[in-house]
């Protein structure tokens, strides 16, 4: 079964930071998951990757496969990206079945 | 708009009762998930369905149930046999096997007073 990693729990930063979360796994896999969840607790698909880099306006996911690591990365932090981020990976294969980190809190001071 | 719809957001239950959390999704999709999450721990899989009339356990199954009489339609009944019922339940959806995106509720808060 795959262990997923995440670091830091948690991180506060002051607006406009650079933000960096990451999340490592044991298993090979073949996507990785970043999730963002909002206070009232509903849970938003952030990235679906299974190499290289995405970017979607100021967020980035990347993955090394090889390394078995992913990171997200938030430029120009702003207190409205005060949420949990979460990673989740395939509990092996390509299966639907995923395993959750145990998610990475952000505040954002403005 | 596509998404799924949880109900209810918030639920008191006595203890010894037995309570149904609703889940639909109007996407499509052909698996269905339900997950629970408790402070500091990570989401933890209770049930999943890959198919209409199928579903399988998840890690955590004990004490709960759950029925797909239809693909838009995943309700879990978290029974009194379940010894720590209070939590966070989420439903979630994906087209398929393998690599596909997943999509959550907003979440069912259960209390048990």
């Known amino acids: 079964k795959n262990e997923v990693e995440q670091s830091p729990q948690n991180l506060t930063a002051q607006e406009g930071e650079f933000i960096t979360i990451n999340c490592s796994y044991s298993?090979?896999?073949?996507?990785l998951h970043w999730l963002q969840q909002h206070p009232g607790g509903g849970i938003v698909s952030l990235f679906m990757l299974s190499s290289g880099k995405k970017k979607h306006g100021r967020l980035i996911a990347t993955i090394n496969i090889q390394e078995k690591h992913s990171s997200l990365h938030i430029t120009a932090s702003h207190p409205r990206d005060s949420a949990v981020y979460i990673c989740?990976?395939?509990?092996?294969?390509?299966?639907?079945?995923?395993?959750f980190g145990k998610g990475t809190k952000l505040t954002v001071n403005p | 708009d596509g998404g799924i719809t949880q109900s209810p957001k918030y639920l008191f239950r006595k203890e010894g009762q037995n309570v149904t959390l609703s889940c639909e999704q109007n996407l499509n999709h052909d698996a269905m998930y339900w997950y629970r999450q408790d402070p500091g721990q990570g989401l933890r899989l209770i049930y999943y369905?890959?198919?209409?009339?199928?579903?399988q356990k998840g890690d955590i199954a004990e004490g709960y149930s759950v029925s797909r009489e239809k693909k838009e339609s995943f309700p879990l009944t978290v029974t009194s046999a379940q010894k720590n019922p209070t939590a966070f339940y989420l439903c979630?959806?994906?087209?398929?096997?393998?690599?596909?995106?997943?999509?959550f509720g907003e979440g069912s808060w259960l209390t048990v007073v």
């Open positions: 979630a959806s994906s087209a398929g096997t393998g690599g596909n995106t997943i999509y």
């Open positions: 989740a990976a395939p509990t092996q294969g390509g299966s639907e079945k995923l395993v």
């Open positions: 369905s890959q198919i209409v009339n199928d579903f």
């Open positions: 298993v090979g896999i073949s996507a």
